[in-house]
């Protein structure tokens, strides 16, 4: 099955449009792409894509991705000085709904940058979160 990710064939390719527009959304929130490890970004895609029945992700849901893995990343300090307080305020409900539907595309990104050890402590602390082991 050949997925619609792909970086390419020995980067003769390029990268995959749905890549490239997640790049320049988390360049947009202050947050080089390169600081994201690609198996984090291509884990992202897949989360999306679930939603979507394997089609592409929407330019919003990709934006939406982008934000909360940036927060997850920078921390709420880091993300308010680079993004202003009323995204902030919008990323952190949308954690706080995550953290009460274990199922939701926001759940799997937050247990995604939990998992690949790329959560900020300072978010991990405030919102208690522990990966399961089980």
Known sequence: MILPLSIGFM???GRSPALRTFDAN????DLHPKL???AVKLAA????MAKTNGANPSDEDSKAAAELLAYCM????????????FLT???EKRIDAALD???SSDAELILLALHAN???PSVVERYRLEADSG
């Open 118 to 120: 790329v959560i900020q």
């Open 36 to 38: 994201v490890p690609e």
């Open 101 to 103: 539907d274990d199922t």
């Open 26 to 29: 988390l360049r947009a929130l």
């Open 89 to 91: 305020d919008a990323v």
């Open 45 to 48: 895609m897949r989360i999306l």
């Open 74 to 85: 920078v921390g709420d300090s880091g993300f308010s000085a680079a993004n202003g307080e």
């Open 11 to 13: 980067g003769f390719f």
